[in-house]
């Protein structure tokens, strides 16, 4: 299958190859067929050129803060497993004379732009503040963090006047804080890096600050918005990014280090918060595997604008209970593999959710290379649409989804769907009140 195909293309590549396959029903000779099919291939290979030029392969160009980029919306930093895609394991397998191949690891590592390459399941919000400038936040920071900013977006955190030889800057660049789902590595594990996303503010004495004897420069804290939960175990593997144990450090060894400045703000697993710049954020508390909490997130006023659950074994009663009743725009689905799972949905899983919540959309995150390759697997899916009229596709890294920006302000414009009474937060609270 042509590397680069896009998620949103599968309802296209289906419909070919419904007229391939009525025409080998039709009863063409075999060799008209096997040309049917090779003008098939060639089909979908112009049509994947088409989709997604080289040029914007390398990123997807949403432009810096404040630029031309697009206002709102969601862009896939990762959509794989927790290894990531290609595993480690099945490279070097392949790379051993004789040994069978995982065509999609194999594909992802020969490729660095097929869509079977994937990071930590992480997304980035784009959304508009009051005073228009774009606002970024963060959805987990995993193991992959680092490699997926700078193949999809470096230019979302570049500041006026950041980077080196900058003078002094205040406040930071174009990441305005981070929120995390749970504490596993492929979530939070990225942490560290953070400190490079932030540029520094404050040049002390007028020089360098290393020539100066003051310790390195200050920068804006990022706030970091997480469960207590995710903050101990964090708090755990990066004791130096929380301020206070920071602080003690310091003093013992009498050396400021350059490392992330982060403000933790504390959330509870049911009570919708702000994001600074106003973006409405509502806690939609999943099992992870036994009773493991993990959050997944609704993001905006209308919260079924973009409902985000990534990391899920099963859903508590009371938050399917509440999404039951709210029309879904877009649904983001954890989605393993094919077999069932002790700590993340299967397939089947994700598809069984997909057909009680009945989204616009749904985008499975989270596969594994046991799953196929994205392209098959999305051909598979469109099935649904004709099927069951379930617009289904695995995500891929790189995707972005629009967001309606009067959806997530508040404002929605034009005709809406029936809405029951109270919105999903309100049922939230009240079903999570006494819990
Ligand atoms: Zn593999
Ligand atoms: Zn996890």
């Given amino acids: 299958m042509e590397a680069g195909g896009g998620a949103m293309e599968a309802g296209g590549w289906a419909r070919r190859r419904m007229l391939g396959e009525e025409a080998g029903r039709a009863g063409a000779l075999l060799g008209a067929f096997a040309a049917a099919v090779l003008a098939l291939r060639g089909a979908r290979r112009a049509a994947a050129r088409a989709r997604a030029p080289r040029g914007r392969r390398r990123g997807h160009g949403l432009g810096a803060p404040g630029g031309a980029g697009p206002a709102c919306g969601v862009l896939f930093l990762g959509t794989g497993v927790s290894t990531g895609l290609p595993r480690l394991s099945c490279v070097a397998q392949g790379a051993s004379p004789g040994s069978p191949r995982c065509g999609v690891c194999w594909a992802g590592w020969r490729d660095p732009h097929s869509p079977d390459r994937r990071n930590n399941v992480s997304v980035l919000v784009r959304f508009r503040d009051r005073d228009g400038r774009s606002r970024h936040l963060m959805v987990d920071a995993g193991k992959t963090m680092r490699e997926a900013v700078l193949r999809w977006c470096p230019e979302c955190f570049s500041a006026p006047g950041s980077g080196p030889g900058a003078g002094a800057?205040?406040?930071?660049?174009?990441?305005?804080?981070?929120?995390?789902?749970?504490?596993?590595?492929?979530?939070m594990g990225g942490m560290d890096d953070l400190r490079d996303l932030q540029p520094m503010s404050v040049r002390r004495g007028g020089g360098s600050a290393a020539a100066s004897g003051a310790g390195p420069p200050a920068c804006s804290s990022l706030p970091v918005f997480c469960n207590r939960a995710t903050f101990e175990v964090c708090a755990q593997s990066y004791p130096y990014l929380v301020p206070k144990m920071r602080e003690a450090t310091q003093k013992?060894?009498?050396?400021?280090?350059?490392?992330?400045?982060?403000?933790?703000?504390?959330?509870?697993?049911?009570?919708?918060?702000?994001?600074?710049?106003?973006?409405?954020?509502?806690?939609?508390?999943?099992?992870?595997?036994?009773?493991?909490?993990?959050?997944?997130?609704?993001?905006?006023?209308?919260?079924?604008?973009?409902?985000y659950l990534s990391d899920v074994s099963s859903v508590p009663e009371r938050t399917m209970a509440a999404l039951r009743r709210q029309p879904i725009k877009t649904l983001v689905v954890d989605c393993l593999l094919r077999r069932p799972h002790s700590s993340h949905f299967s397939l089947g899983?994700?598809?069984?959710?997909?057909?009680?919540?009945?989204?616009?959309?749904?985008?499975?995150?989270?596969?594994?290379?046991?799953?196929?390759?994205?392209?098959?697997?999305?051909?598979?899916?469109?099935?649904?649409?004709?099927?069951?009229?379930?617009?289904?596709?695995?995500?891929?890294?790189?995707?972005?989804?629009?967001?309606?920006?009067?959806?997530?302000?508040?404002?929605?414009?034009?005709?809406?769907?029936?809405?029951?009474?109270?919105?999903?937060?309100?049922?939230?609270?009240?079903?999570?009140?006494?819990?």
């Fill in 169 to 187: 800057v205040e406040g930071r660049g174009g990441l305005d804080a981070v929120l995390l789902t749970h504490g596993h590595a492929d979530a």
């Fill in 349 to 435: 899983d994700a598809l069984d959710l997909v057909r009680e919540l009945r989204p616009q959309r749904a985008l499975l995150v989270g596969m594994t290379c046991s799953l196929g390759r994205h392209d098959d697997v999305c051909l598979e899916l469109a099935r649904l649409r004709a099927a069951e009229g379930l617009d289904v596709q695995l995500a891929r890294d790189g995707l972005w989804v629009e967001m309606d920006e009067g959806a997530v302000r508040g404002a929605r414009a034009g005709a809406q769907p029936p809405r029951q009474r109270g919105g999903l937060l309100e049922r939230l609270r009240a079903s999570w009140r006494g819990h």
């Fill in 252 to 307: 013992r060894e009498g050396i400021e280090r350059r490392v992330a400045s982060l403000d933790w703000r504390l959330i509870d697993n049911t009570t919708p918060f702000e994001i600074p710049g106003g973006l409405k954020v509502t806690p939609l508390p999943l099992f992870h595997g036994g009773d493991y909490i993990s959050l997944g997130f609704a993001f905006g006023e209308d919260a079924g604008e973009f409902v």
